[in-house]
């Protein structure tokens, strides 16, 4: 069985550009999430779907970041401008709807100049 | 004080030791413990998960929880060097709430 797939892998882009990162969750796991790892740090959640849903986003800087994800299924976060302290491994996991057993994609490592 | 304290280390050690990473936390509300490994350019990868206070054993795993004293630790046996990778924590409250992270301990495992 596939696990979670994200893409790009890698990702260097210059200050004020914008940016897309991509995730395809386990299949059946209903329940989505994009979460931020900073160099030496443990992930943090961006924001989790149900369904098609946002149920979560409070720490999602909305200025900048938005994300969606359509039909309950792919999901696809954007940051428009992106800025130096952007730069972070992105990561997606995914979770069967009331299990609390997270799978993680191998993440997107934005380096932004 | 962050929710979650972890070593963040390094931990270097021979091949075959024993090895015990430890968090501590503050919220007494946190009720599910997790560690997760994470190797180098992949995502945190799930290694050990429980609910109640006590131990729980997974082969050369054994993860435990002190709810008492707020601390809970994961020991590895028989060490190897495949095992050297980042080891977090992770805990959250019950219902549908985020996990909460440690900074991760960074395990080296020497031939």
């Given at each position: 069985?596939?696990?979670?797939?994200?893409s790009?892998?890698?990702?260097i882009?210059?200050?004020?550009?914008?940016?897309?990162?991509?995730c395809n969750?386990?299949?059946g796991?209903n329940t989505l999430?994009?979460?931020?790892?900073?160099?030496?740090?443990?992930p943090?959640l961006?924001?989790r779907?149900?369904n098609?849903?946002?149920?979560d986003?409070?720490?999602l800087p909305?200025?900048r970041?938005?994300a969606?994800?359509?039909?309950?299924v792919?999901?696809?976060l954007?940051?428009q401008?992106?800025e130096?302290?952007?730069?972070?491994v992105y990561?997606c996991?995914?979770?069967?709807?009331s299990?609390?057993?997270?799978f993680?994609g191998?993440?997107?490592?934005?380096?932004?100049? | 004080?962050?929710e979650?304290e972890q070593?963040p280390?390094?931990l270097?050690v021979p091949?075959?030791?024993?090895v015990?990473?430890?968090?501590t936390?503050?919220n007494?509300a946190f009720?599910?413990?997790?560690?997760y490994?994470q190797?180098s350019?992949?995502g945190?990868?799930l290694?050990?998960?429980?609910?109640?206070?006590?131990?729980?054993?997974?082969?050369?795993?054994t993860?435990?929880?002190?709810?008492?004293?707020?601390?809970i630790?994961?020991?590895?046996?028989d060490?190897q060097?495949s095992?050297?990778?980042t080891?977090?924590?992770?805990?959250?409250?019950?219902?549908?709430?985020?996990?909460?992270?440690?900074?991760?301990?960074r395990?080296s495992?020497?031939?």
């Amino acid at each position: 069985e596939a696990g979670v797939v994200q893409s790009p892998r890698y990702k260097i882009i210059e200050k004020k550009q914008p940016v897309a990162f991509w995730c395809n969750p386990i299949s059946g796991h209903n329940t989505l999430y994009w979460y931020r790892q900073n160099l030496g740090q443990g992930p943090e959640l961006l924001i989790r779907y149900e369904n098609e849903e946002a149920v979560d986003d409070s720490q999602l800087p909305k200025d900048r970041f938005s994300a969606e994800r359509l039909k309950g299924v792919d999901s696809t976060l954007k940051i428009q401008p992106a800025e130096l302290g952007d730069s972070a491994v992105y990561l997606c996991a995914s979770s069967l709807e009331s299990s609390e057993k997270l799978f993680f994609g191998s993440g997107t490592q934005l380096s932004v100049l | 004080q962050k929710e979650v304290e972890q070593d963040p280390g390094p931990l270097s050690v021979p091949e075959g030791a024993i090895v015990s990473l430890n968090c501590t936390y503050s919220n007494s509300a946190f009720q599910y413990f997790m560690w997760y490994r994470q190797y180098s350019r992949k995502g945190p990868e799930l290694l050990m998960y429980t609910y109640s206070s006590g131990n729980k054993e997974d082969g050369r795993f054994t993860a435990q929880v002190d709810k008492s004293s707020k601390y809970i630790s994961l020991f590895i046996r028989d060490s190897q060097p495949s095992d050297s990778a980042t080891y977090l924590c992770a805990m959250r409250f019950s219902g549908n709430t985020p996990l909460v992270f440690g900074k991760g301990t960074r395990l080296s495992v020497i031939a």
